[in-house]
């Protein structure tokens, strides 16, 4: 067996806590958006466990397809552990814990660690995660609402419905003060996560926009919607243009720290579909290799806000 495969003992539930081992493969580690859609599915594993629903063939009472979709999705990246910094043969420990989030919702904790730390796999406190993050680990918060369509045929007029064998009432809670609904909501009000402007941030250059045709061939899950991980790569090649207008290099660009990124998923499109994308960069005021890049996507014909991002990125040393 090859040592990058998971096997079922690598993979331990207890009650809704879940950790795995995990060595890092080819298909889980980039530039890119690769890292984001696997940890997408240890979310989707981790709610189909601690739920006791198979989260891949659920339905409606209707018996129309529900999606567990992302409404949210955050990392927070540390020193050892980054969303671009992973390579090939990396060991990592993952802890998830999955909380009840209303009746058609789930929010899922997962941290990242080297399995050199011996963090524990007992249940993952949110405390952790949202104010005492260890240093060395990656940290990641995904909102998941069950969806289905409303139009058949159609990725506009989604409905929020959860299939009736949803079972969440024995998942722990979240603690208020973590939710991320006021943040979420006023993002997705403002089309931005910079409002009120970030703290210690201020706007550097002009607004940038640009137009991203929807890729069949790399943007479409099987269930016909636009992949979540898409998101990343369609902000991810924006924001390479936004690179290239600044005259860095493509190596700078992989070699950029993702401190933390911050996804609101708003709304899904058909195919033919071109979008346009509203970039605005903000400079670190008191450190020069620190910088937020706000984006939001948005329907080229009707204007419709389907996404919005927010991702502080720290580089190396003269890349200003």
Same mark, same amino acid.
């Given at each position: 067996?090859?040592?990058?495969?998971?096997?079922?003992?690598?993979?331990?539930?207890?009650?809704?806590? $879940?950790?795995?081992?995990?060595?890092?493969?080819?298909?889980?580690?980039?530039? @890119?958006?690769?890292?984001?859609?696997?940890? @997408?599915?240890?979310?989707?594993?981790?709610?189909?466990?601690?739920?006791?629903?198979?989260?891949?063939?659920?339905? %409606?009472?209707?018996?129309?397809?529900?999606?567990?979709?992302?409404?949210?999705?955050?990392?927070?990246?540390?020193?050892?552990?980054?969303?671009?910094?992973?390579?090939?043969?990396?060991?990592?420990?993952?802890?998830?814990?999955?909380?009840?989030?209303?009746?058609?919702? %789930?929010?899922?904790?997962?941290?990242?660690?080297?399995?050199?730390?011996?963090?524990?796999?007992?249940?993952?406190?949110?405390?952790?995660?949202?104010?005492?993050?260890?240093?060395?680990?990656?940290?990641?918060?995904?909102?998941?609402?069950?969806? %289905?369509?409303?139009?058949?045929?159609?990725?506009?007029?989604?409905?929020?419905?959860?299939?009736? =064998?949803? =079972?969440?009432?024995? $998942?722990?809670?979240?603690?208020?003060?973590?939710?991320?609904?006021?943040?979420?909501?006023?993002?997705?009000?403002?089309?931005?996560?910079?409002?009120?402007?970030?703290?210690?941030?201020?706007?550097?250059?002009? =607004?940038?926009?640009?137009?991203?045709?929807? =890729?069949?061939?790399?943007?479409?899950?099987?269930?016909?919607?636009?992949?979540?991980?898409?998101?990343?790569?369609?902000?991810?090649?924006?924001?390479?243009?936004?690179?290239?207008?600044?005259?860095?290099?493509?190596?700078?660009?992989?070699?950029?720290?993702?401190?933390?990124?911050?996804?609101?998923?708003?709304?899904?499109?058909?195919?033919?579909?071109?979008?346009?994308?509203?970039?605005?960069?903000?400079?670190?005021?008191?450190?020069?290799?620190?910088?937020?890049?706000?984006?939001?996507?948005?329907?080229?014909?009707?204007?419709?806000?389907?996404?919005?991002?927010?991702?502080?990125?720290? %580089?190396?040393?003269?890349?200003?």
């Amino acid at each position: 067996m090859s040592q990058n495969t998971v096997t079922q003992s690598d993979f331990m539930a207890d009650g809704d806590a $879940l950790s795995r081992r995990v060595i890092v493969s080819p298909g889980m580690c980039s530039g @890119g958006s690769l890292i984001f859609g696997r940890i @997408g599915d240890w979310t989707w594993e981790s709610v189909a466990a601690a739920c006791r629903l198979n989260v891949h063939s659920a339905r %409606t009472a209707e018996g129309q397809p529900a999606y567990l979709s992302f409404y949210y999705y955050r990392v927070r990246g540390g020193k050892a552990v980054h969303p671009h910094g992973l390579t090939f043969g990396d060991n990592l420990e993952v802890t998830s814990q999955v909380f009840q989030f209303g009746s058609s919702s %789930t929010l899922t904790l997962h941290r990242l660690a080297p399995v050199s730390l011996g963090l524990s796999n007992t249940f993952l406190d949110p405390a952790e995660v949202y104010e005492t993050p260890h240093p060395d680990c990656m940290y990641a918060e995904n909102l998941n609402r069950w969806i %289905t369509r409303s139009l058949p045929n159609s990725n506009r007029g989604l409905t929020e419905t959860a299939p009736p =064998d949803f =079972d969440f009432a024995d $998942l722990p809670r979240l603690p208020n003060q973590f939710s991320p609904r006021t943040p979420v909501g006023r993002a997705r009000a403002a089309g931005s996560f910079c409002v009120p402007p970030p703290p210690g941030f201020t706007i550097a250059g002009n =607004d940038l926009t640009l137009e991203y045709p929807l =890729d069949v061939a790399r943007d479409i899950n099987g269930a016909g919607l636009i992949y979540f991980a898409s998101y990343f790569s369609v902000f991810d090649t924006a924001l390479m243009r936004l690179w290239r207008t600044l005259n860095r290099s493509d190596q700078l660009f992989l070699q950029r720290r993702v401190i933390d990124q911050k996804m609101g998923y708003f709304g899904n499109a058909d195919l033919g579909s071109i979008f346009t994308i509203v970039i605005r960069r903000w400079q670190n005021k008191e450190n020069p290799i620190s910088e937020i890049v706000d984006m939001a996507l948005r329907d080229a014909t009707t204007g419709r806000l389907l996404a919005v991002t927010a991702i502080e990125i720290e %580089t190396p040393a003269g890349c200003s």
